[in-house]
């Protein structure tokens, strides 16, 4: 079955550096990868979305890169503000469905 | 505004008790799903439909049932055959114009503890 790993340790970063979070899959290649954002007690927010012929997508601060080769996904947050501070979900489509398997998360912390 | 809504915020279930989460969206969205989520681990599939009067089971289904009569609506209920019910319940929903391609908004979640 599909394993997705992302790092359970919290990432803490200061704020102005970009900060990289990682998603590793294992098995097949999914067509699509998204990215969330989770607030406490919250439900998650979609973020950007990621085609397995794309390299590379851009939304403001926020880069997702998507190799193939490598089953990963680095999702990228620049000049980072305290208010990024969250878990950020990746999640893969199983193919030719529309349900999506998660990761974990990580949790993001941006230091003032 | 657009969106969705579950209800209650917190539930509280008894022992052998079956207890119903409430999810309606006004997104006119075909797509709802029902995702468990627990510390440390990712959001689990618990049950979706892609359309009214139709629905799949999830990766973990057991314990667990659903209903879709309307498309606006679709409430979980917890069965006392779920032995571990205590969770965080998040209801999504989405409109699928390419499989895989859609992107799933989600609700504010429902977190369900045993007395």
């Known amino acids: 079955s599909q394993k997705i790993e992302q790092n359970s340790e919290a990432l803490n970063i200061q704020e102005g550096k970009t900060a990289t979070l990682t998603c590793n899959y294992t098995?097949?290649?999914?067509?699509?990868l998204q990215w969330y954002r989770q607030d406490p007690g919250r439900g998650p927010v979609f973020l950007l979305l990621?085609?397995?012929?794309?390299k590379e997508k851009r939304k403001e601060r926020l880069k997702v890169t998507f190799d193939t080769t490598l089953k990963q996904s680095l999702f990228h947050i620049t000049a980072s503000q305290p208010a990024d501070s969250a878990t950020y979900l990746c999640?893969?489509?199983?193919?030719?469905?529309?349900?999506?398997?998660f990761g974990t998360g990580t949790r993001l912390k941006v230091l003032a | 505004d657009g969106g969705i809504t579950q209800s209650p915020k917190y539930l509280f279930r008894k022992e052998g008790q079956n207890v119903t989460l409430s999810c309606e969206q006004n997104?006119?969205?075909?797509?709802m799903y029902w995702y468990r989520q627990d510390p440390g681990q990712g959001l689990r599939l618990i049950y979706y439909?892609?359309?009214?009067?139709?629905?799949q089971k999830g990766d973990i289904a057991e314990g667990y049932s659903v209903s879709r009569e309307k498309k606006e609506s679709f409430p979980l209920t917890v069965t006392s055959a779920q032995k571990n019910p205590t969770a965080f319940y998040l209801c999504?929903?989405?409109?699928?114009?390419?499989?895989?391609?859609?992107?799933?908004?989600f609700g504010p979640g429902t977190r369900l503890l045993v007395l």
């Open positions: 999504a929903s989405s409109s699928p114009q390419l499989a895989g391609e859609e992107t799933q908004y």
């Open positions: 098995n097949y290649s999914p067509a699509y």
């Open positions: 990621i085609r397995e012929n794309e």
């Open positions: 999640a893969l489509n199983r193919p030719g469905t529309y349900k999506y398997i």
């Open positions: 997104l006119n969205h075909d797509a």
């Open positions: 439909s892609q359309i009214v009067n139709d629905f």
